[in-house]
Each structure stands twice: as structure tokens, then as C-alpha cells.
């Protein structure tokens, strides 16, 4: 992990996954998830700094576990 990448899950704790060209960064629900007929359901924010420099949130999705594994299965790697 790289110096900047842990002041920032220090900042934002082990839910939350940052954008790497913007001030934004997704949060995950740490209120686990929920077994529905589309899949697991999980909550997720956008969110974003206030003018303030405190965090708000811009949206909230609810996705499953499946799909998201399905495309981040789709994304090819780089060639090292």
C-alpha cells in the first residue's frame, strides 16, 4: 500500500474504496447485506467532500455481489 493510499483508508476506514483521479470515493454499508431474488444486495454512497472537507453524499446504489464480480471478472488485467 502506498503512503498516500493509507493516510486516506486511515481518513476513510475499510469500507470505502477511493477514485483515483477525483475527490470521490464509494462507500460500502457496513450494515452487511441481504439475500434477495436478484442476488446479495449491496449497499453503496458516492460520495464526495463538502466545501467544509467533510465527507457527503452525492447517491446511493444498491447492487448485488454477483454483478459486481461478474464485471470486475470482465475487466481485463494489464500486461505487465
Not at 14 to 39: H, K, T
Not at 48 to 72: N, Q
Not at 73 to 79: A, F, H, V
Amino acid at each position: 500500500m502506498k503512503p498516500w493510499q493509507k493516510r486516506w483508508r486511515d481518513k476513510r476506514g475499510d469500507v470505502a474504496v477511493p477514485c483515483i483521479v477525483s475527490g470521490r470515493w464509494l462507500e460500502f454499508s457496513q450494515g452487511g447485506s441481504v439475500n434477495i431474488g436478484a442476488g446479495e444486495a449491496i449497499t453503496l454512497a458516492v460520495m464526495t467532500e463538502s466545501a467544509e472537507g467533510k465527507p457527503r453524499k452525492l447517491c446511493e446504489l444498491i447492487v448485488t455481489r454477483e454483478e459486481l464480480l461478474h464485471v470486475l471478472n470482465l475487466i481485463e488485467k494489464p500486461m505487465s
